[in-house]
């Protein structure tokens, strides 16, 4: 929060890289490789997901502390609720303290894999805003904390016409200042492609007294399918020119990556022109539309990479 607080006052644009756990220790020490040579662009920090139900608890930890002590980059990890009774939550907190790591995106977590509803687990917690308190007053400053925020509102609010209702949206966004309230230094949102529902959130965000950064969370389109699947999954809306857009290149992998570099960078350069110095790329775990956005925009040039020695991952410590 104090690089994005300073970034901010300097009038600097900032980014940062989100990657998932790979499934095998060998996916763990490409995806280590692959972040190595994106730090080197010099991203705020990086942060790495908490499985969903907290199946990747263990390589979520495992990830977090190479990134932090080997990567050697600022790392923030995801912490959810879910399937996590308080030690298990003071458990990952301790871990990744002791490893120097001090910022984390705390979650209330979707359901496990086959269930459709939340179910709070005995001696844990119902909802992010009770993890954040119990961070808050348990660590008291140690940790930065981020939470996520819904330009759409929350997928449980959005109806089958794929929109909240107001008061559902309101709603929403009040616990969203809740959560703000009980100690989250910043928001960092639900994906998103229609730039102009997130400018409004973020307004919307400001007019009942949300102050502090709001990141745009940036999916750079790479498949039509995994596109489809996340939309579908996250009930975001996908305006009509994108539709037209895709359909006709649909099969074409190559086009579609490109296209997605096209309109992640035109949705950035808007979110840039609003005012907002601060960009969130889901990175998927790849490289090449993250980096390409940020070259469109003019944040990275080949030539300043801040790092230039090639990094080989001691594989006996990430396999510990
Ligand atoms: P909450 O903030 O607790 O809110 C959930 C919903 O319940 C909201 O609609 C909220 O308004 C409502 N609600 C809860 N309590 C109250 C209350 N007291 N009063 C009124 N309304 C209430 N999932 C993972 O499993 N792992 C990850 O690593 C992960 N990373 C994510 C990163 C980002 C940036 C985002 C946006 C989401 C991520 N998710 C992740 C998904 C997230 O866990 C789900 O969206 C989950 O369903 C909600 O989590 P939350 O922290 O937003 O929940």
């Given amino acids: 929060i104090e690089k994005i607080q300073k970034a901010a006052a300097d009038g600097r644009t900032v980014f940062s890289f989100e990657y998932f756990p790979p499934k095998t220790d060998d996916g763990v020490d490409n995806l280590l490789e692959r972040m190595d040579r994106m730090v080197a662009y010099g991203p705020t920090f990086c942060d790495i997901t908490w499985g969903a139900g907290g199946s990747t608890a263990d390589t979520t930890l495992k990830i977090a502390k190479s990134m932090q002590n080997l990567v050697c980059v600022e790392t923030m990890m995801h912490l959810t609720c879910t399937n996590m009774p308080v030690e298990k939550i003071d458990h990952a907190l301790q871990t990744i303290k002791s490893n120097g790591i001090q910022n984390v995106l705390a979650l209330r977590g979707d359901p496990p894999h086959g269930q459709d509803k939340f179910v709070q687990v005995e001696g844990g917690f119902s909802c992010a805003l009770n993890l954040v308190k119990h961070i808050k007053d348990k660590y008291d400053d140690y940790f930065g904390i981020t939470v996520a925020g819904y330009p759409e509102a929350h997928p449980d609010e959005i109806k089958a016409d794929g929109r909240a209702p107001p008061e559902a949206y309101n709603r929403d966004l009040e616990y969203l200042k809740r959560k703000v309230d009980a100690g989250a230094d910043f928001i960092i949102t639900q994906l998103f492609y229609d730039t102009d529902i997130f400018l409004k959130f973020v307004n919307d965000c400001r007019q009942i007294g949300i102050t502090c950064p709001i990141v745009p969370g940036i999916m750079p ?60 790329l889901y990175t998927l775990n790849m490289d090449k539309s993250a980096l390409a956005i940020l070259m469109n925009l003019g944040l990275i040039e080949e030539s300043k990479i801040s790092r230039t020695l090639p990094w080989r991952p001691p594989t006996n410590v990430f396999r510990v």
Wanted: proline share 3%.
């Fill in 221 to 280: 389109i790479n498949n039509y399918n995994g596109f489809k699947r996340m939309t579908t999954f996250c009930k975001t809306k996908i305006p009509a020119e994108i539709i037209a857009a895709l359909d006709p290149i649909k099969e074409n992998d190559e086009a579609v990556k490109n296209y997605g570099i096209q309109l992640g960078t035109d949705m950035c350069k808007k979110i840039l022109a609003s005012g907002i110095k601060t960009l969130h």
